[in-house]
C-alpha cells in the first residue's frame, strides 16, 4: 500500500482551490475546511465574515510517488493569482489570502522554493503567499465537500471562477491532469 502524504493550502475560496485538486493525479482527497485562526469550530458564516482569522483551505492527500509535494505546491501557485494580498477576484478579506501551512521542515522549504521559483518565472510580479505555522484543522461543513462536483455547477459564481482555474491546470500542467 502506497503511503500518502498531506498538504494544506489556501487560495481564496475553498471551492475553488478544491476542483482543481480533484482532477490532480496521485491526489486521492481534497477536503475544504478553515486554518489559521482564533475561534474553536468556527462555522462558515464566521469564517466569511473575517472575524475568526481562518482562511478558507484545502488539506489535499497525495500519493508522493506519484506527485511531489513541489508540485502541488507549483500548481497551487499556477493556478491562482498569489499577487494579491487577501484576497482572489471579487473575494477579499484575509480568509482568502493566499498561504501555505506546512506540516513540516520538508514543506516548509518546499513552500519557500515554490514562492521564489513563481517570483523568478513571473519576472515583474511577486507573490504575497505566506508560509504560517499550521493550527487546528477544522473541516468545513459537510455540503462544501465536493462542491464543484454538485452545487458548484449551477453557482453563477463558480461558472465564472472554476473553469478558467481549471484551464490552467489543463494547459501548464498538462501531465498531471487526470485523464477524464
Same mark, same amino acid.
Given at each position: 500500500?502506497?503511503?500518502?502524504?498531506?498538504?494544506?493550502?489556501?487560495?481564496?475560496?475553498?471551492?475553488?482551490?478544491?476542483? #482543481?485538486?480533484? %482532477?490532480?493525479?496521485?491526489? $486521492?482527497?481534497? /477536503?475544504?475546511?478553515? !486554518?489559521?485562526?482564533? *475561534?474553536? &469550530? +468556527? @462555522?462558515?458564516?464566521?469564517?466569511?465574515?473575517?472575524?475568526?482569522?481562518?482562511?478558507?483551505?484545502?488539506? #489535499?492527500?497525495? %500519493?508522493?510517488?506519484?506527485? $511531489?509535494?513541489? /508540485?502541488?505546491?507549483? !500548481?497551487?501557485?499556477? *493556478?491562482? &493569482? +498569489? @499577487?494579491?494580498?487577501?484576497?482572489?477576484?471579487?473575494?477579499?478579506?484575509?480568509?482568502?489570502?493566499?498561504?501555505?501551512?506546512?506540516?513540516?521542515?520538508?514543506?516548509?522549504?518546499?513552500?519557500?522554493?515554490? !514562492?521564489?521559483?513563481?517570483?523568478?518565472?513571473?519576472?515583474?510580479?511577486?507573490?504575497?503567499?505566506?508560509?504560517?505555522?499550521?493550527?487546528?484543522?477544522?473541516?468545513?461543513?459537510?455540503?462544501?465537500?465536493?462542491?464543484?462536483?454538485?452545487?458548484?455547477?449551477?453557482?453563477?459564481?463558480?461558472?465564472?471562477?472554476?473553469?478558467?482555474?481549471?484551464?490552467?491546470l489543463r494547459k501548464s500542467y498538462q501531465a498531471k491532469v487526470k485523464a477524464d
Amino acid at each position: 500500500m502506497a503511503t500518502t502524504q498531506q498538504a494544506i493550502i489556501a487560495g481564496g475560496c475553498f471551492w475553488c482551490t478544491e476542483a #482543481v485538486f480533484r %482532477d490532480v493525479i496521485g491526489v $486521492s482527497e481534497v /477536503e475544504s475546511g478553515y !486554518i489559521g485562526g482564533h *475561534t474553536a &469550530d +468556527p @462555522t462558515y458564516r464566521e469564517v466569511c465574515s473575517g472575524s475568526t482569522g481562518h482562511a478558507e483551505a484545502i488539506r #489535499v492527500t497525495f %500519493d508522493p510517488d506519484v506527485i $511531489s509535494v513541489a /508540485e502541488v505546491f507549483d !500548481i497551487f501557485l499556477g *493556478t491562482h &493569482d +498569489p @499577487t494579491q494580498l487577501n484576497r482572489q477576484g471579487n473575494d477579499i478579506g484575509t480568509q482568502y489570502r493566499s498561504a501555505f501551512f506546512p506540516l513540516d521542515e520538508v514543506q516548509k522549504a518546499e513552500a519557500e522554493a515554490a !514562492i521564489a521559483r513563481w517570483n523568478e518565472e513571473n519576472a515583474g510580479q511577486r507573490a504575497v503567499t505566506t508560509i504560517e505555522a499550521p493550527t487546528q484543522w477544522y473541516p468545513a461543513e459537510d455540503y462544501h465537500q465536493e462542491y464543484w462536483e454538485g452545487e458548484g455547477q449551477r453557482n453563477p459564481y463558480c461558472l465564472a471562477t472554476i473553469p478558467p482555474k481549471l484551464a490552467k491546470l489543463r494547459k501548464s500542467y498538462q501531465a498531471k491532469v487526470k485523464a477524464d
